[in-house]
Structures are given as C-alpha cells and as structure tokens.
C-alpha cells in the first residue's frame, strides 16, 4: 500500500512496510527456488534455502499479527525441516504438495495484507495434507542421517578432482597468497590488489610495472600475475595501446590499507581493487579473546578472505531517478563543454587534456549510474520456469525449457512489465507452438518432448528477449488468409514474411480452431505487442512451418537513454529513435509519385511508401523542397512503413530523455525532448503517431 | 637490438619509443625469424614488450621465445612477476 502524499508513516508503520517489502521478496524467491528444487530434488543447498525464507517469513508474520500466515508457513517449516535434516529423498506427490504451498502463502499473504476474512479454498486443505506429512514423517528421521554422513563425505573428495585452467592461476595467486601469510608477522599486512587498466593507459602515462615499482620499494614480498588473454595477434596489435587486461598483485608490506591506496590515487576507481587479507586461521585462534577476532570468522584457510566484503542497502527508486536526471544534466554540460566552437578554438593543450579528462570522468559516472537501475534478469527468467511447467501440466505435453543468457542485465523499470507478455508468449508457445500430442511430434520425425528456449542477448545497442519453440511453425498462407478474411489485410499488398507473421498479433486476430483457457482468444498478442511498444520495443516474428517459432521482444537498454538519429528540417533538429528506422536514402525523381488526393509516395522495391513531411506536420514555415532534394528516412510504424522527408541527417546519438510540459505532451507526434551538446532542444518524434497525418498533409 | 641470422636480441630494458620501433621492425620480419633472444642485463621497463612479444608468439607459435617460456621474471625492482597466456 502506497502511503499518499504529505502523510508521515509512523515508526511502527514504517517497519510493516519494511516487513511487507521484504515479504513479498521471500516469497516471490520462494516460488522461484519452489521450481528449482522440484527439478533437482537432490539438491538440499536449495532446500536449506528455501527452509531459510520460510522461517523468516513466519518470524515476521508473527510479529505483525498474520497469524493466518504464521500458522501456515510453521507447519510448512516443520515439514521442510524434516527433509533438510534427514536428508531423506522427496515423493514426487510431496513436491507438489511443496509447490502447491507456496501457492497457498502467496495467496493468504494477499488476504492478510487486504484484511479479508475468507481464506483461499485451498488453505485448509493444504495444512492438512502437511499436518499428515508431519505425522507420518515424525521418528523416521535417525536412521537417515547416518546414512547421509557417508554421502557427505563422498561430496567432500569429488571436490578434490576436476581443477580447470582457470582455477590453476587462482590457486597460484593463493599459493601466494599463503606464502606471504606464512611470513606475516606483527605490523605487516598481506594485501591483494588487482589492477585492471584502461586501454589508453600508457597514453596517461601509467603502466602496470610503474605500481609494482612503487609497491617493491616497501614491500618485502611482492608477486604479481600479468593475465595476457587479451594479447591480439601482430596485425592488430596497437603499440600505444594495453592489452593485459587484469594484473594481480600479492604484497606483504608494512603498510595501512589507506596508504596503500595512495600508491593508486591517480587512477579511476574500477582500475584497481584492494584487498586486505586476512591473517591465517592459526592466527585467529590466538588471538581469540581480542575484538578482531569477531570480525575474522572464516577459519577456511583454502578461500580467500576479503575485508572488502559486499554490502547493499536499500534506496528508494525515486531518489535513483532524481540522480540519474542531475547525471542527464552534467552530461549535457560537458558535451555543452566539450563542443562549444569558443572553448574548442583555445589551442592549449592542458586545457584540451582536461576537457578529454572530464569526458572520460562523467561517461564513466554514467555508466555507474545507469549500472545502478539495471538487473540480471534471471529473476524473471526463473519466474517463468514456473509457467512453463503449470502449462506443461495442464495442456499434458512434456517439454525441456532452455535458458540461456540470464545474466544479461535490464532496466529495473523494464522487468516489471515484462513479466506479463514473456509469459503470454510462453503459453502460447507450449499451447499453439509446439505440436499437441507426442505422435504428432514423432510423426514429424521429433522428440516426444518439445523444446522451448528463453533466451536473453544484446544486439547492437538493444536487448533482445526470444522465446523460440520447435514446435509447428506458423503457416504464412492459413494466416495471410485469415487477415484478408478479417479485412486485415486486402490482398494486394506485397507482404513479406515477417509482415506476415505480425499479422498474428493484430486485434481480434486468431488461428486457433478451439479456444483454451491459456490462449487462443486472439487478445494475447496484440495485448503483447502493446505493451512492448510502451517500453519503446518491438516485437518480431520468425517461423519456419514445421521447425517452430521464435517470438523476440527487441527492448531498449534503458527507458531514460533513446539511441536516435538527429534530423534537420528547416532548421529545426528532430530525433528519430534508430530502433524504428529501416533505412535513409535520397531517391531519384523517378522513383517519386505523386496520387491525386493521396499525397507523394515512394517506390521502393516494388512498395509505395508514403511520405511524410515533418514541415507539414510541425507547420513550419521553409522553402518546400522536392523529395529528391532532401533525404528520405524510411522507418517503421504501426500503419506501415512510412518515409520523413527531411534537410538532412544530422548524427546519431544516445540522448536522454526529457518529459515535456503539459502543452506539448498533449501532441501526439512527440514522445519527448532531448538537451543537445549545443545546449538546443530537440524533440523526439514518436513515429507511429505520424502515418495518419499523411493523408490530411496531402489532400 | 641485434639481428644475427634467424635469431633476434633484444633488450628487455627497452623504453616505450624502443618497443615501437621493434614492433615495427619485427612486424615484416615476422616469417623468417625464428628466435628471439631476451638480454636481461637491465630491467624490464614496459609492460608493452611483455605483450608484444606474447602477440609475437600468438601469432608465429613456432617463434622461439625462450624468456617467454619462461613463464616469470624475478626483480629486484618488480618482485616476481608471472605471465598467463591461456595458449
């Protein structure tokens, strides 16, 4: 519940907030791990982890008085403890009863948090079934866990074998790291240091060997590890340039960690990392009775301690916004800086190497903040492996889900609305996309099972989310014939595959003979696409009948950077985002028609594009130039492709989005503004709305 | 820098103006030498010659770099320093 404005939360109101945010993250990561577990039962990490959650849900529910809840999740937490400790291996049926669980948190979370008195069906039934679980279970448990400590042991020497490349130079840096341990005594320290310079770092006059010169002259142990990967062959090789992309340094030396940080006070922050060792496990244990000792738990001498352990706090995404905006503003400032003609005529080279110096400094404090809005997300991607298995068990087909790249990060704001239309398409993949029974499969010389694949990568400055099925395929002729039956489409239009298939998600648009209750009403798709196109995406399609379908949502990186191309119109700079622009081209007067009544058009591989003059639209008073004297930029819209005459192509760039007053956001044609390097504003142009002016320009 | 038949010396000691110039003239030379020799009588003063003779090496791996396969320098001046290759 969102607290209205000018209301001040009481102390105790402000920490049900805490435990109601907090909440909902345990058992959203609950549903997450609920799934994962039911696909590696054996694994009992996970189990501890999920034993975890519950406990700290039940704690807190307690606490605030939903004891509805409360109740609940302790039986629950008896019946995961149970297996946690003993180890024993879960019946299938048990598993659902785990999944089937969560669900019922879920829901009296809901009922508790809303006031309301009726509980979910299916609460009752569900905390009896764990109650006789509990029953049955209860004296079972000795035997196993003798078992379970041979199996422990087993785990223990398999961890021995198996020792990678990349492992062996971590254990060499170890080895030093115990050398150096091994000589430490009183005042000295043992650090680790890792140095990862930029590129052009020999051009700013540093070089790796220049710090370990500085470290050497203090230290009385000093090993380093140049990791020379990133070595080009001779071809590309740049003298000036640095390619060892990551240096470790062990040092034993009698120096404070800030005065080793000192030594590295003229580089930025990313290129280097200090870590402050700590002393080794004998040590500790001596010196057990003394403050630090709290501090030094990690008895585990094999790991390195670092005392530079990660920590989070919690910010409020309002405060992320106001500081991405004044981030938005010094950036305008420095590009303001760095092309202003006055400054850029000052020939003094100390002056150019600051300008350069604080390019460098404020992309980099860009970079770090936008960093700070952006999220793995395979969150989301674990979400759905709930989806496809719910859709797996009630259309009965057996299916492999394949995730791949779920570390690609998102925007914060883009996650949340993405959850609803990446799980439409994965239903409709299983339900639609892949064939409906095992015979088909096999008739069509498939696996029984089917396989769907999620997947999430970057491609040219944009992400791409797919959801690929290798089921059916679409058939471009039932679907091209069912758009001119819906009057979609009339018939005459050259469409091309990909026209086509985005056919399906016109409104009301549907193939399917029978309607399930997972998809198949025709809403789904063109709810899809609506709501990817909020979030400035696209949505493609690519099937080949019998091989399957792969639907990809091509999202920006981020909702506050636009990658767009400026334009000039009689003066005036507009911003195209490049995500709908399929080419720019000056045609030849050949190719340009004007139609009676219908405006210009023009002929581009056998289409009729119309043109659209953004003089027209904004009324700008120019000189009206003919088609083939300026440049056509041909993009994509809803309605079709369209094409803006304008002056000339400016560049193009990532600007950030500025909202717009009140007057000018009732304009439809604008989505925003931008502040250019030269202090102007441009305004962004929101391509869709454009088509229907083109026949109003022209009658 | 010396050039005695197949084999190439050089000096490990060479400033970042040095290392270019032997890139430079390595570079044509690429094919037809097959040794190259490291005097260590000074001190390595740029990483650069540290990677440019590992781009050497990545992309002739036949060329004979013996204080390559060394695989670490100790100095006074450095420590111990250890190269990685991934080769």
Redesign the interface.
Known sequence: MEPFIGYVMTKQEQVKAIFIEEAGEIIEKLDIDIIRFEENCSDFSLLNEIFRGVHTLKGNANAFGFTRLGEFVHHFEDVLDHYRSTQESIEEYNLELFVGSVDVIKEVMICELDAIDTLPQSYHACLEKIKNLISIKKGLSDSVVEQNESVSELKDLAMEFGVSCEEQQQNSIERSIKEAQAKQSEGLSVYKIDLTLDSDCYKRGFDYLLFLNLLAQKALLLESFFNMEGVVEIDSFKNDENYIGKVSVVVLIPLLRSEVDEFFEFLFDNEYEINLIAPPAAEIMEVADKPLANTAKVADSSSINSMSSKSTIRIDTFKLDELFDSVGELVIAQNFIAQNEKIRSIEDESISRTIETLSKITKKIQDRVMSLRMVAIKDTFDKMRRVVRDTSKKTGKELNLIVQGEDTEIDKTMIDSLSDPLIHIIRNAIDHGLESNADERKSAGKNIEGTITLKAFHKSGSIVISVSDDGRGINKEKVLAKAIDRGIVSGDENLSDSQIFALVMQPGFSTTESISDLSGRGVGLDVVRTSIEKLRGKIEIDSKEGEGTTISMILPLTLAIIDGMLVRTADEIYIIPTLSIVESFRPEKEIVNVFKEKGEFVSLRGQYIPIMRLSDVFNLNTKRIEPWEGILVCVETEGGRIAILVDELVSRQQVVIKTLGKTLAMLKEISGGAILGNGDIALILNVDELRPLVKTAHV | MEFNGDILTIDIGMS?EE??EF?EF??PR?DYIETIEADEDDA?????L???L???K??KPELNIPFLEKKKLVS???????????D
């Open positions: 970042m290392v270019e890139q390595i570079r690429i390595l003063r740029c990483s650069a540290l990677a440019l590992v781009s050497l990545r992309t006074q001046k450095y420590g111990t320093i250890h190269w990685i290759c991934h």
